[in-house]
């Protein structure tokens, strides 16, 4: 596998304009109760509502015209599809985007909105990549992997980028950079482009407590998946990491973090109350551990990606309405 | 009144690292849904959650030492109490802030935090002015006014600043920029900077539908008044304008729009889901004109102040739990 900064600063041209430097966002209540310094990256506040559209569009940037001619698919529990779809949308490209039946309605909405056919599975009896490969050979589409893919990586990479570049301007030293987690493309390629900079800060990614695939892929050394069940923490419901995302994740020190639905709730109505920031149960993970797990980060500077903010409004309000 | 660019000018290098450089948000749902470009000052995402600590942070630092020493007293229904009680807190003085007994809980929270003394008054049947003005005589306080004040619009108007150099930046040609209106600081200082850069922009204030305290001074010239009731759009509620902000206010040609509860409710859902930004009720009143009033808007490039964020849980709980 060929990955490195080298990519993720071509991805980085690529990209230049098409897609949104989110902000480094604050907040002293969040740092009294949590005892550290926590910068969160807004990455709710990306094009798309999530950091998928900087991986998906860095590949559709990357294909032949051909390719981008015949369209392309993407599986997806809902932004990698919103992602892929706004990107076609953006090359000239058509999308499809296969999404399990319990999709979030805003994510479903969003593939639309932005031009993609959607096409369910039963996630209970149906592999999403069956699916997706099964369309893919049939319409002579190209495959959006959603993690396992150089240019996906080197796409969300661009996150880590921004986040040096914006630690520089704050005059921040960090110790730590907490990334969700499911496949690993976020924090592989965030990962490598934070510790390129700043190879002293100690990465951690965040899984859904009883299902850390990562931890295990790391520790075991191959790619370990979970059952596929519908979850609250959807953006990070993956059942399987990727094989690349795991090697690149493989030369990092990374600690691994787990947090349950009711930590992610604490930390949507953290960032709502504290931040003004609306985060989806998946993109609240990393704030989340960080709430969490307090004796882990007390007294350092944190940096906290809030990945996405595509939660339906139902729920965001279940979960204000049902807070302390 | 002494009041123009150069006021404004001063404050921004008075607030210089302190204060929040808060993005211009956008989003392509809400183009589509308004049928113009609008672009969203999200001053929600500033320090203490609205634009306020602007002008309170301007006006305490030009205090002598003997003022900050004696302590600041602020009436206030809640936004400009943080942003007073924060000012304070960090340049060594004390505040007293005197909010309605039916403040949002955040905000009376959020005084607190900042290390403030909160003192109660019942809106119904005492005037905040009055309570504010004897609290001050008492103890030798001085009085950071909310609004009427040269100091605190020139803070304000750093929101301008901000916004004409985001648009360059961005390289955007504006037709209007669209501000909440209470007293008037925010309106006042911002067309002030906006129009001072781009004299072609043409400025809307935004009052409570039945309310058109700042609209109906405008005609008439001189300062008008409404009865003082609790409000849904708490951060709009001002009783009166002030003699200053009319008076800067009169040197342009504003126009003015009426918005309804309902039509902000909206606003606030709007924010959530195509913007991932949590605003107030009162915040989101530049949004819910441009929402209500497409035809005024129609294919123009609309600046929005998003002036604040701060919402109780459980009233955006039930906002976004009665949408559709």
């Given at each position: 596998m060929d990955f490195g900064i080298d990519n993720i600063r071509a991805a980085a041209q690529r990209l230049e304009g098409r897609v949104r430097r989110t902000p480094l966002l604050s907040s002293p209540m969040l740092d009294q109760l949590t005892g550290a310094t926590v910068l969160v990256?807004?990455?709710?506040?990306?094009l798309t509502g999530s950091f998928k559209i900087r991986g998906a569009l860095n590949t559709l940037l990357s294909l032949s015209d051909e390719e981008r001619a015949a369209g392309v698919l993407a599986f997806s529990t809902g932004n990698h599809g919103q992602a892929v779809a706004a990107s076609a949308q953006m090359t000239g490209s058509t999308a499809t985007i296969v999404m399990?039946?319990?999709?979030p309605r805003i994510k479903v909405d969003g593939c639309r909105w932005w031009g993609a056919e959607v096409v369910f599975y039963d996630p209970a009896t149906q592999d999403r990549e069956v699916v997706g490969r099964e369309l893919v050979a049939e319409r002579g589409l190209t495959l959006v992997h959603p993690y396992d893919d150089v240019r996906v990586m080197s796409g969300q990479g661009t996150v880590g980028l921004e986040i040096v570049d914006q630690l520089g301007e704050g005059g921040y030293s960090p110790d730590a950079v907490v990334l969700p987690c499911s496949g690993g493309g976020l924090s592989s390629g965030t990962i490598e482009a934070v510790r390129h900079s700043l190879p002293g800060v100690t990465p951690f990614v965040v899984e859904r407590a009883g299902y850390p695939k990562m931890a295990r892929s790391l520790a075991s050394g191959q790619v370990e998946k979970v059952p596929a069940v519908p979850v609250f923490l959807d953006a990070i419901g993956s059942p399987t990491v990727g094989q690349h995302t795991l090697e690149a994740l493989s030369r990092h020190p990374v600690e691994a973090l787990e947090v349950t639905d009711d930590q992610a709730r604490v930390a949507m109505r953290e960032a709502v109350r504290t931040l003004k920031l609306v985060v989806e149960p998946g993109g609240s993970a990393a704030l989340a551990a960080v709430l969490a797990h307090k004796e882990r980060f007390a007294g350092q500077t944190v940096v906290v990606v809030a990945s996405g903010g595509n939660v339906d409004a139902s729920v965001l309000a279940e979960v204000l309405a049902t807070g302390p």
């Open positions: 990256k807004a990455e709710a506040l990306q399990p039946q319990d999709a």
